[in-house]
């Protein structure tokens, strides 16, 4: 039995170890430039960024969504198991991821998810006592569904001159973020993260958001429920065929702009349905060839992955100090070659810092205090079980 669930562990960190890597390269840009404001097909012709664009925009988020929605499953069943009332648990849970990801957000970095995954978390009370079908069917259905709609729109919206009139309007948005992040004051960089942000998470887009968060919470909800991890060999056959199919449709959809041009349609189509059955692919993936990873680097990105949410904020830190006039400054003017080795020398150093870190405790700072925050007066709290 201990293997097995050392199996299923190992698993699950090499996973969250893989999407912190993925975030940060997909990241990156945002980092250092404007990237959310410009467009995103001018840097087609670079094989780097066609690279990151195929294989990594929009699949490393739903992994975490995924996992996250597992940790809610796996938190409902600590509670029962020790006799606690989940709802406090989940509450207490949220309202600090919440309070990290406004620190994170407005003190840090724009780029924020935290925020997301906490307001969409509470949706997930009303599944709580769902059956492991359930999660499976509701998540589907608000993948599909609205992804169907959203692809009818977009390809009549396509048709309509509205989307090049746009690129006059964002201009100057280009440019009061790079004079607020590369040349601005502290007073001046703090207004400019919250405008940032705003432009991403208002009430015109939570919808889309939380459609592209919320099925996966309840699909890792079934993976946690129907013990997806542990039952990996009973399962070969069906996960390969995931595997297959996911890929098959992942690199359609991801190549879809490239075969036949860009515009609003085939963008959606490219990063809002491609990146999620890529995620699908890339767990499935894992779980069929994880275990077969070599040692010396299956190690260091376990480590990585569990402490996740500490390096995910320490990246932002670290890349807000290296490019933001309060730091070094070299906002806008980092190539996509440079940041995507900045990535690269970045996480291999938290790989390693995690491992050390992880040889003298047992979970990172942040971890350790969302742990103790959520799990707060049960009688057996050192001994709750959390993936």
């Known amino acids: 039995m201990n293997g097995i669930k050392?199996?299923?562990?190992?698993?699950?960190?090499?996973?969250?170890?893989?999407?912190?890597?993925?975030?940060?390269l997909v990241n990156m840009p945002g980092f250092y430039s404007p990237s959310i404001y410009m467009d995103s097909f001018e840097d087609t012709h670079s094989k780097i960024y066609?690279?990151?664009?195929?294989?990594?925009?929009?699949?490393?988020?739903?992994?975490?969504?995924?996992l996250f929605?597992?940790?809610?499953?796996?938190?409902?069943?600590?509670?029962?198991?020790?006799?606690?009332?989940?709802?406090?648990?989940?509450?207490?849970?949220?309202?600090?991821?919440?309070c990290i990801g406004c620190?994170?957000?407005?003190?840090?970095?724009?780029?924020?998810?935290?925020?997301?995954?906490?307001?969409?978390?509470?949706?997930?009370?009303?599944?709580?006592?769902?059956?492991?079908?359930?999660?499976?069917?509701?998540?589907?259905?608000?993948?599909?569904?609205p992804s169907i709609i959203m692809i009818l729109l977009l390809i009549v919206a396509s048709f309509s001159k509205a989307e090049s009139n746009a690129v006059g309007v964002v201009q100057p948005l280009i440019d009061s973020s790079i004079n607020a992040y590369r040349d601005g004051s502290i007073a001046e960089i703090f207004s400019q993260r919250f405008l940032d942000w705003y432009y991403i998470n208002n009430i015109g887009t939570f919808p889309l958001l939380f459609l592209s968060v919320f099925p996966f919470f309840l699909i890792g909800a079934?993976?946690?429920?129907?013990?997806?991890?542990?039952?990996?060999?009973?399962?070969?056959?069906?996960?390969?065929y995931v595997c297959m199919v996911c890929f098959f449709a992942f690199l359609l959809f991801k190549v879809l702009p490239y075969l036949i041009g860009f515009n609003v349609a085939t963008d959606f189509m490219q990063d809002s349905v491609g990146g999620p059955l890529g995620a699908i692919f890339y767990i499935t993936l894992f779980m069929l060839y994880g275990e077969k990873i070599p040692r010396f680097i299956a190690q260091p990105l376990q480590s990585a992955g569990r402490m996740a949410l500490t390096n995910y904020m320490a990246q932002s830190?670290?890349?807000?100090?290296?490019?933001?006039?309060?730091?070094?400054?070299?906002?806008?003017?980092?190539?996509?070659?440079?940041?995507?080795?900045?990535?690269?020398?970045?996480?291999?150093?938290?790989?390693?810092?995690?491992?050390?870190?992880?040889?003298?405790?047992?979970?990172?700072?942040?971890?350790?205090?969302?742990?103790?925050?959520?799990?707060r007066g049960m009688k057996n709290e050192k001994n709750a079980v959390e993936k």
């Open 222 to 240: 079934f993976l946690a429920k129907e013990k997806g991890f542990e039952r990996i060999k009973e399962n070969v056959l069906f996960i390969k």
């Open 103 to 145: 620190v994170h957000a407005f003190v840090i970095w724009y780029g924020d998810i935290l925020i997301l995954y906490a307001v969409c978390g509470f949706f997930l009370l009303f599944f709580q006592e769902a059956r492991g079908r359930t999660f499976l069917y509701w998540g589907g259905a608000l993948f599909i569904i």
């Open 69 to 98: 929605g597992f940790g809610f499953m796996k938190i409902f069943q600590t509670a029962f198991k020790n006799n606690a009332a989940f709802t406090p648990l989940l509450l207490r849970r949220l309202f600090l991821l919440l």
């Open 6 to 24: 050392d199996e299923r562990i190992a698993t699950v960190d090499l996973l969250r170890g893989f999407a912190l890597l993925g975030i940060l």
């Open 50 to 66: 066609m690279a990151i664009d195929i294989l990594g925009q929009g699949s490393f988020y739903p992994i975490f969504a995924t």
């Open 317 to 375: 830190v670290v890349c807000t100090l290296l490019f933001y006039n309060y730091g070094l400054g070299f906002y806008g003017d980092i190539t996509v070659m440079q940041g995507v080795l900045l990535a690269l020398g970045f996480f291999v150093v938290q790989c390693i810092g995690s491992s050390i870190i992880l040889k003298r405790y047992s979970r990172g700072p942040l971890e350790h205090l969302l742990r103790s925050f959520t799990y």
